[in-house]
């Protein structure tokens, strides 16, 4: 430290002038006394006065890092040397010191920064006032280093922007979960403003998804001062839930008392949904597998049932009471092949005849056959606006039409309604197909089927595209509906939307893609053909349906020999082909696939006809059939009049 005195004027401790001589002895005793206490107080202290240091401590040199000798006589700049001010502060530092000399008002203390004689940058608070030194005004300064607090709280600041910016929610409660802090991501996700939640619980997003025990938990985790980390349905203040995954943590304080609770979550909310469609598509493709495996097997077993049925019924007569069984036993089995073939569209593994067709034909023809069969209680209102073509298996339209309106009427039987059925284009943009997966821009056919029943609890809403998911009575429905309907629009490369509200109805959005160059094709009309005379070659390794198939032809008129191997039906073929004016094949054979063997007979006669039948194959279509040189496909099980209609035309083409 360095004093200025002079034996013809005594200052005291704060640098006033006594104007009252003393003796030099007592001055070196005061001198003593007031060094001490200056020299160790622990702030800094500078005079400065017309430019120049007059006094300082050794906390002020200790602060710039100057020695006395270093320190003393530079001149200043306002009241701090140049070089001591940070360039950026400098004008503030002028500004001030100038108003307070001149006696305007200025803030008691302020902060700027400083730098060091080794170059470090240091913030400073400094407290002045304006003092007579010498006769002269000048300013006595009191600096406090305050370098680690700014940089905590710049610290304190990059982590509060960072949590203001986050896109995670954070939430801090005090030790009895008041809210006392959320960022905007909270704001945002919940719909709450930070003013409505301060000082209440978090128990406002309870969606009550959850029971007390889970809460009753994940609380006994927290109070004993362990991380809980979980996943909530939350609500939001819309009403509307959401998803999240969570992990909260209890702040303890330097006596390690719990404080506060801090919780970051982050909204799922679309990866849930999205993870849903995956598994979602993951179910169908099993099932879809399941399906193929045991459609062929299960398909002839139905062929035995259907077809034999089906002849009784044509040879009784006289018991009514058999031909009611009878019936019931074809009315059955139809059913169940029914089912299968509704099992193999929603995943999608069946055949699809694809052509040109305006829906709104199909639309107009549903809504006269259900006017006759609905309640007068229903009310239809139909908005058939569109006459565009798509490229659409019309018996699985007829399908969609079909399942939307029965489940329609029959969400309104108890208490009546309208049915409103509506056909319109629209031009799907490129933000409608990135909000829905399987959306493609350009213009789709919407088709709308709209009740006013009971609706769709929130809770299913997810389900009822399920397969055998239903919330019917067992004699009402197999759950097949939605199911089938969600797999012949995705089938035709389209999609379907839901959109309900328990007990004030439901609507359902089918979105085809318009085929804008397609043309309508001619409608062929099917007629009953008559049977005849022809020598037929069976082939079937279940002996069953070889002895069905043959019932079925020979009652016709037909001329039939059955083989149960392929490998012996290529040999009698070898041997006598000329006998044969057509061959009816299974598919799926040991030996030789019925493709196989089409084959091997077409090269010894290639005009020969050939159908082949089966229950299902992944490796058979119609396609490959055909490209075989195959006459005609057919999926068991059959009826006599889709066999036998089969047979005559495919001889007439021959002849």
Not at 575 to 603: H, N, V, Y
Request: aromatic share 8%; charged share 25%; net charge negative.
């Amino acid at each position: 430290m360095f004093l200025e005195s002079s034996e013809q004027n005594s200052v005291n401790g704060h640098g006033y002038k006594t104007g009252r001589p003393r003796t030099k002895a007592r001055v070196r005793n005061s001198e003593e006394k007031y060094r001490l206490i200056v020299d160790n107080i622990q702030e800094a202290i500078v005079v400065a006065q017309a430019g120049q240091v007059k006094f300082c401590n050794p906390k002020s040199l200790e602060l710039l890092g100057y020695a006395v000798d270093e320190f003393r006589n530079k001149e200043l700049t306002a009241a701090w040397p140049a070089e001591f001010i940070h360039p950026q502060d400098r004008a503030l530092v002028t500004e001030r010191h100038n108003k307070r000399l001149r006696g305007e008002s200025v803030p008691e203390t302020y902060d700027f920064r400083i730098v060091d004689q080794s170059g470090n940058i240091k913030w400073v608070e400094v407290s002045t006032v304006v003092i007579d030194w010498d006769g002269r005004p000048a300013t006595l300064n009191f600096f406090n280093d305050i370098t680690f607090r700014k940089n905590i709280e710049q610290e304190t600041l990059r982590l509060e922007t960072a949590i203001e910016q986050a896109g995670e929610c954070v939430v801090i409660t005090d030790a009895h979960a008041a809210i006392q802090y959320v960022n905007p991501a909270f704001e945002k996700i919940t719909g709450y403003g930070r003013a409505e939640v301060i000082g209440r619980n978090p128990a406002i997003l309870q969606s009550g998804r959850h029971d007390g025990s889970f809460y009753a938990s994940m609380w006994q985790t927290l109070v004993s001062g362990d991380v809980w980390s979980g996943h909530f349905v939350n609500r939001r203040k819309d009403g509307s839930l959401y998803e999240e995954d969570a992990t909260i943590s209890a702040v303890r304080n330097s006596q390690g008392k719990i404080t506060n609770y801090v919780a970051v979550k982050r909204d799922v909310t679309e990866e849930i949904k999205k993870e849903k469609q995956l598994r979602q598509a993951q179910k169908m493709e099993a099932i879809g597998t399941l399906a193929g495996g045991i459609a062929h097997d299960f398909n002839n077993i139905l062929s035995a049932i259907i077809g034999y049925s089906e002849m009784a019924l044509d040879k009784i007569e006289n018991d009514a009471s058999l031909q009611t069984y009878l019936q019931e036993i074809f009315t059955a089995g139809v059913r169940a092949r029914d089912l299968v073939k509704q099992i193999l569209t929603f995943s999608r593994q069946a055949e699809q005849e694809m052509k040109p067709v305006r829906i709104k034909f199909i639309v107009e023809e549903i809504l006269r056959l259900l006017r006759a069969s609905l309640p007068t209680t229903i009310e239809i209102l139909r908005d058939i606006q569109s006459a565009d073509t798509v490229l659409a298996d019309p018996t699985q339209i007829h399908q969609i039409m079909m399942n939307l309106c029965t489940n329609a009427s029959q969400a309104m039987r108890k208490k009546g309604g309208l049915l409103n059925v509506s056909l319109v284009t629209v031009e799907m943009d490129e933000k409608f197909a990135a909000e829905h997966p399987d959306a493609g821009t350009g213009p789709y056919l919407r088709l709308t089927v709209r009740d006013t029943g009971h609706g769709i609890a929130p809770e299913i809403r997810e389900k009822i595209f399920d397969p055998f998911f239903t919330t019917k009575e067992k004699e009402e429905g197999t759950g097949m509906g939605l199911a089938v309907v969600d797999g012949i629009v995705k089938g035709h490369g389209g999609f379907i939307t839901v959109e309900s509200k328990p007990q004030k109805g439901t609507a359902f959005h089918v979105f085809l893609p318009v085929a804008r160059k397609c043309t309508q094709p001619e409608i062929e009309l099917k007629v009953p053909l008559p049977g005849g005379s022809e020598h037929i070659l069976l082939i079937d390794d279940e002996k069953t349906l070889v002895d069905i198939g043959r019932h079925m032809l020979e009652q016709q008129g037909y001329e039939i020999t059955c083989r149960t191997s392929s490998l012996e039906a290529l040999a009698l073929f070898k041997a006598k082909s000329d006998r044969f004016d057509l061959a009816i094949t299974d598919m799926t054979m040991p030996d030789l696939t019925g493709i196989d063997l089409a084959r091997e007979f077409l090269a010894i006669r290639p005009d020969f006809p050939i159908i082949l039948c089966t229950g299902f194959s992944e490796t058979a279509t119609e396609e490959t059939a055909r490209s075989a040189g195959v006459k005609a496909f057919l999926l068991k099980p059959l009826t006599i009049h889709e066999l036998t209609r089969t047979v005559r035309k495919v001889l007439d083409q021959k002849n």
